[in-house]
């Protein structure tokens, strides 16, 4: 998962399969999840689209709000 200095509206054109915008943090303010070389991508994406953006990659034990956490709902629930 990657927080990302863009909005929803900016980062949306740039996800790919298995990456999905997990969280809306504010207008300029997003949190993309997925599998890790799908979110590197989209952070590449970006970049180039957008230029440089402040990113952050955030410590997390699952790709919380994903299609990743779809074979694990039974688990946690």
């Not at 943090?25 to 070389?37: F, L, T």
């Not at 590449?44 to 230029?51: H, K, M, N, P, T």
């Amino acid at each position: 998962m990657v927080a990302v200095e863009a909005s929803e509206e900016e980062v949306l054109p740039c996800l790919c399969e298995g990456v999905s915008v997990a969280a809306v943090n504010g207008p300029s303010s997003v949190v993309v999840s997925g599998d890790e070389a799908g979110v590197a991508g989209v952070v590449e994406r970006i970049a180039g689209r957008l230029g440089e953006r402040r990113v952050k990659w955030l410590r997390v034990s699952h790709a919380f709000h994903s299609p990743l956490m779809e074979p694990m709902l039974d688990d946690f629930r």
